[in-house]
């Protein structure tokens, strides 16, 4: 498989837009490529190109084009390299700010464990190092413009450590937050590492009004996404007391990056 990596000087040019008969949302992925090496650049495009569902629209070379062509272009991600930023977190805040329904993928020139959990905390779908195959970041952009997360193998686990050394601290100076019943149910879902449609299949409503009760919950835990609820019931024991959810039938879908091994193993069929 092709690999792709880029250290070649930067030549400037003129972003370039794909042709309106080529910028159907039904039918294309469409992506920006915010990268500060011609030859990185350039490589995506001839990558994608093969690919019958993924067209770049636009593309920059700086911190400042990239947040503007975030605003400007419709899209469905961007593409952004870490090195662009002098605090790529931050960066990448704002851009997701600028643009709600973007996702965000950052290319990092190297595996980066602190920058990966943080960016991934903040709300950054995908975290890839240069050096990832060509014909997994596709799949990579597949499977965030669906609205899921996707990360390498190492950095999965990364996530999983996290999530299993906040869960082994101790709680004596636990936060006691009052959920609604309802609250607590979701909540209890979210932290077994099962999604909006499982969710709401599980709790007999719809994903809108799952998503609406997270935002709620978000606001009164004072966490920006899931695996930050996650990791913060498990710090401070949230759901314990909550009304656990009936069992549902064991599911053939594979274990999404919040379940621990221990989650995984109470949902096998007995």
């Given amino acids: 498989m092709q690999a792709f990596m880029a250290s070649a000087a930067l030549s400037t040019g003129e972003p370039r837009v ?4 080529m910028e159907s949302r039904e039918q294309f992925i469409r992506v920006i490529v915010a990268d500060s090496q011609a030859i990185f650049r350039a490589g995506l495009r001839k990558i994608f190109a093969v690919e019958d569902d993924i067209r770049v629209v636009g593309q920059a070379e700086t911190l400042e084009q990239a947040i503007a062509a975030a605003k400007k272009f419709s899209a469905e991600i961007l593409i952004f390299e870490a090195a662009l930023a002098e605090n790529p977190v931050e960066a990448a805040q704002e851009m997701l700010k600028q643009a ?6 950052v290319v990092t020139e190297t595996p980066d464990q602190e920058l990966t959990l943080e960016l991934f905390r903040r709300g950054v779908h995908s975290i890839v190092s240069r050096e990832v195959d060509s014909e997994l970041f ?3 952009l597949r499977t965030i413009a669906k609205g899921e997360p996707w990360l390498e193998p190492h950095a999965v686990k990364w996530v999983l450590e ?5 869960g082994t601290r101790g709680h004596a100076g636990r936060t006691k937050v009052a959920l609604t019943p309802k609250e607590s149910l979701i909540v209890s879902c979210v932290t077994q590492g099962m999604k909006n449609k499982e969710i ?3 709790v007999g409503t719809t994903e809108q009004v799952v998503k609406n009760y997270l935002r709620k919950v978000y606001d009164k835990l004072g966490v920006a996404d899931r695996l930050e609820l996650a990791l913060y019931c498990l710090n401070n ?3 314990l007391d909550a009304k656990q959810p009936a069992p549902a039938a064991p599911s053939t879908a594979e274990p999404s990056v919040l379940q621990t091994p221990e989650t995984a193993e109470s949902k096998k069929p007995s």
């Fill in 237 to 239: 024991r949230v759901v």
């Fill in 162 to 166: 996290a999530y299993r050394t906040h």
């Fill in 18 to 21: 794909a042709p309106p008969s």
């Fill in 100 to 105: 709600p329904g973007l996702r965000l993928a």
């Fill in 138 to 140: 596709v799949e990579c």
């Fill in 200 to 202: 709401a299949a599980r």
